[in-house]
C-alpha cells in the first residue's frame, strides 16, 4: 500500500487503497479479538491520561483568556496616568500566571506523551506475539502457517512448486459494492480453487486478495503451470447486493515458483513481489 501511494495514485486509487487499509484494520481486530479485550484497560487509563491533560490545559487557558479581557476591558475604559497602574499591575500577574500555565502545560504534555509512549511500546510486545492461525474470511490457514511451511516442510524437497493467486478486481467491487461483497467473491474463489486441487495439496490465505498453494508435484515448470491455467479458469457468480442480483465475474492473476530454486526467504519475497504487481490489476 505505500508502494502504491508513492506512485501519485488517482484520487479513485487513494480512495480504493484507504478502504484496503480500513479492511485490514478491520479484520485483524477481528482475529485478535482476545487480544483487544485484554488490552482494554491499558487503553482506557492511556485515553484517560490524555482527557484529563486537555482538560486541565484547556481549564488553565480559559480563565487567562478571561482575565486579560476583563484587563483589556478596564484599558479602554481609562482616562488618566492613574487609571492604567491597576490595569499594568494585573496585566503582569496574568503573565506571571501564564508563564506558570505553560510550565505545568509543558510538564502535563510531557508526562502525557510518556504514558502514551509506554503504553503503545507495551500494546506493540503483546501484538507482536499475536499470530492469528485461521483466515476469517476464507477459512483458510493463515500468511504465518503459511511462512512456517515453506520454511519447514519444503526444506530440501526438490519437487514441490508454489502457486500464488490474485484475486481480480477486489479492490474494486470493495469500493463499489463493500466489503461483504469482497469478501464474498475471495470466498467464492478459494473453494473453487479448493475443488480443483488435489485432496492432499494446500491452500492458505496469504494477504490482502492473494492465496498460496504449495504443490507437491514430480512433473516439470510448464505440467505443473497448464494444472493451474485450468483450476483457475475465469467463473461468474450471481450475488444478491442491495436486494438486487448482481452477475460478477471472478478471475485471478497467478503464477507458479519453483521452490527448489530459491530459498524460503527470496521464495516468500517472490511471492510478495508478484502479489504487489498484481493485486490492482482490474
Known amino acids: 500500500m505505500e508502494e502504491g501511494l508513492e506512485s501519485r495514485p488517482s484520487p479513485q486509487d487513494v480512495l480504493v487503497r484507504t478502504g484496503e487499509a480500513i479492511k485490514a484494520i478491520e479484520e485483524y481486530s477481528r482475529q485478535t479479538a482476545k487480544f483487544v479485550t485484554a488490552q482494554n484497560a491499558e487503553l482506557h487509563n492511556m485515553v484517560g491520561l ?7 490545559i484547556g481549564a488553565g487557558s480559559e480563565q487567562s483568556v478571561r482575565r486579560l479581557q476583563d484587563i483589556e476591558k478596564q484599558i479602554e475604559r481609562a482616562r488618566a496616568i492613574e487609571d492604567i497602574k491597576m490595569p499594568k499591575l494585573r496585566l503582569s500577574d496574568c503573565l506571571d500566571s501564564l508563564r506558570e500555565e505553560m510550565v505545568q502545560q509543558k510538564s502535563h504534555s510531557s508526562t502525557t506523551v510518556q504514558g502514551l509512549t509506554e503504553g503503545v511500546s507495551r500494546i506493540k ?9 485461521v483466515d476469517l474470511v476464507t477459512g483458510l490457514p493463515s500468511r504465518g502457517q503459511a511462512e512456517a511451511f515453506l520454511r519447514s516442510d519444503l526444506l530440501g524437497k526438490s519437487n514441490y512448486h508454489v502457486a ?10 470493495n469500493a463499489r459494492f463493500g466489503y461483504a461483497v469482497g469478501d464474498e467473491i475471495l470466498r467464492l474463489f478459494s473453494q473453487h480453487l479448493a ?10 490465505r496469504w494477504s490482502g486478495p492473494s492465496l498460496v498453494a504449495p504443490l507437491e508435484r514430480p512433473h516439470p515448470l510448464h505440467l505443473v503451470r497448464a494444472e493451474m491455467q485450468r483450476v483457475s479458469q475465469r467463473f461468474e457468480k450471481t450475488l444478491i447486493i442491495g436486494g438486487r442480483s448482481v452477475l460478477l465475474p471472478i478471475a485471478a492473476n497467478w503464477t507458479v515458483f519453483p521452490a527448489a530454486a530459491a530459498g524460503p526467504d527470496e521464495l516468500i519475497q517472490r511471492i510478495d513481489h508478484f502479489i504487489a504487481e498484481h493485486r490492482g490489476v482490474r
Request: hydrophobic letters at 55%; charged letters at 15%; glycine letters at 2%.
Open 195 to 204: 475443488q480443483g486441487l488435489s485432496a492432499e495439496d494446500k491452500l492458505f
Open 50 to 56: 490524555l482527557t484529563n491533560t486537555i482538560a486541565q
Open 164 to 173: 500464488v493467486f490474485v484475486v481480480d478486481r477486489v479492490a474494486a467491487v
Open 125 to 133: 510486545e503483546v501484538a507482536a506475539t499475536v499470530t492469528p492461525q
